[in-house]
């Protein structure tokens, strides 16, 4: 899954340059209410990964939609059901952060259409792209659609490894001069690398040329054996385990420098909390997966389904709304807060970790089994569970007195995560006696956090 990181590169290194929510709702006449879905501890949509067309200009060997090169989407769904579908998700929850990615989206022509809508309705909007077609007239494109900022895939440092798994020579430059263009254009972006066999001991390397690039986040994608993946020799579980270790150690090593996050692999938190268990890695959205609880999957044809690497279906966006699927949908329940399967159901590290479901379904048949790419021998004591007081997608009333500038500032924050801010923007205001919040206070505190002076996640010390 992508995409806590957004947050920090976003709301976080040049918000103004990209704010945009609360003037689209003010063009749109008033700020829409979202469907209630449940008071706290119910489950709300936060991020939604949108396969806006199968349709690609690569050819990953690990694609999970088997994109192809077509010019003609068979089965895509049309500009209006997008459109339509974009209000249907904002209905639900209008700060939900949406992104757009495909295959690659920018196959898609009225892409811009649509990312304006999505932006329209309040979606914190943002594109995840091999980053090859990123032309200047693009990037400006959707840039004034709303698009806050890219997600790049990038899988090594040199452009021989990146190309042959990404099937096309030339790619890694291409995606390299895109960067270059989101950075003219002073927008955001964050790096995905996907891991593999040919990078799995580069992690170090890539960091480096991340921060080179500009890119306060890396995002490190493990492989879930789907699509085209399928016929991929993943890491052997010893070594997926390894890696998630040498993560650890990785973001210590870069603390203040560069955000490294582990995507799709629960196990990252139960390794976290078996080094550090008040590490601040462990303040994000409930368990290791927010799959059905806090995030789907939209398919190129328009079905939900709970995460990419997941093919089962919730429903049908083009048949039903999203709020009523994402509320009665049979296959979503199931996964919130039922029983697991063999031994991740008797593990203390359940609802900490509680395995990766697309990796049950894809090698047991059954995405309630156990997650199968676990080393993990559970101990048979307590269920552990985290503090929630930090967690993401909690509310947060304000107590302070914020003036409208900052008030406008803490909205363009992406709805799961503002509750957060605010809890720690006004426990550094209470503990230096500052009784109004102003957006200068933000911005030194948004400088600091890309200092690495402070952080928004609790208490870590600032980096020596
Ligand atoms: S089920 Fe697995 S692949 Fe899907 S979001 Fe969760 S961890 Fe990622
Ligand atoms: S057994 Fe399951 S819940 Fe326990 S650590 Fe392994 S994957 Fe996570």
């Known amino acids: 899954m992508s995409d806590k990181g957004f947050l920090y590169t976003l709301s976080g290194r040049r918000p103004d ?5 609360e003037s689209s709702l003010d ?3 008033a700020v829409p209410r979202p469907v209630v879905l449940g008071q706290d501890g119910v489950f709300r949509p936060y991020v939604i990964s949108w396969n806006i067309t199968k349709r690609c200009n690569l050819a990953c060997s690990h694609c999970y939609i088997d994109a192809v090169r077509r010019k003609i989407g068979e089965g895509e769904l049309s500009t209006e059901q997008c459109l339509r579908i974009a209000d249907s998700i904002a209905e639900a929850n209008p700060g939900c952060l949406v992104i757009l990615t495909g295959g690659e989206p920018f196959m898609r022509e009225d892409i811009f259409e649509v990312a304006a809508r999505c932006a329209s309705r309040g979606l914190f909007t943002v594109m995840g792209t091999n980053g090859v077609m990123l032309s200047p007239e ?6 004034d659609a709303g698009v806050r900022g ?15 798994f990404r099937g096309v020579p030339g790619a890694w430059q291409r995606s390299i001069d895109g960067i270059a263009e989101i950075k003219r254009a002073g927008m955001d972006f964050l790096v995905q690398t996907s891991l593999m066999s040919f990078n799995f001991d580069r992690l170090e390397q890539v960091a480096e040329m991340v921060i080179d690039l500009g890119s306060p986040i890396l995002n490190v994608y493990y492989l879930v054996c789907t699509g085209r993946g399928q016929g991929l020799s993943p890491l052997e579980p010893e070594e997926y385990e390894q890696s998630l270790h040498a993560l ?8 203040g420098r560069l955000m490294i996050n582990a995507k799709c692999a629960p196990h990252y938190k139960r390794i976290v909390h078996q080094n550090d268990p008040t590490s601040t890695f462990l303040k994000t959205y409930d368990g290791g997966c927010p799959a059905a609880t806090h995030y789907a999957r939209i398919t190129p044809e328009g079905k939900l389904t709970p995460c990419p690497y997941m093919p089962t279906e919730a429903g049908d966006l083009t048949e039903a709304g999203f709020a009523e699927i994402w509320r009665d949908s049979a296959v979503l329940n199931e996964m919130r807060g039922h029983k697991l399967g063999g031994k991740c159901g008797n593990c203390e590290y359940t609802k900490v970790c509680g395995g990766c479901r697309a990796r049950a379904l894809a090698l047991k048949g059954d995405y309630m089994d156990e997650d199968p790419w676990c080393g993990y021998e559970p101990k048979g004591t307590e269920v552990i569970e985290l503090p929630q007081t930090e967690a993401y997608g909690k509310e947060q009333p304000t107590e302070l007195s914020w003036t409208p500038e900052a008030r406008a500032r803490l909205e363009r924050v992406p709805r799961f995560a503002r509750g957060m801010v605010t809890r720690r923007v006004e426990a550094y205001c209470k503990a230096r006696g500052i009784a109004v919040v102003t957006a200068e206070l933000m911005q030194s505190l948004r400088d600091k956090v890309a200092a690495g002076t402070f952080t928004f996640l609790g208490k870590r010390p600032p980096p020596s």
């Open 138 to 143: 693009r990037v400006a494109r959707a840039r």
């Open 27 to 29: 063009a749109i006449g």
């Open 248 to 255: 650890v150690r990785l973001q210590e090593q870069f603390r």
């Open 150 to 164: 890219f997600g790049i895939s990038l899988d090594s440092t040199a452009p021989g490894p990146h190309d042959e």
């Open 17 to 21: 340059s990209v704010g945009i929510a």
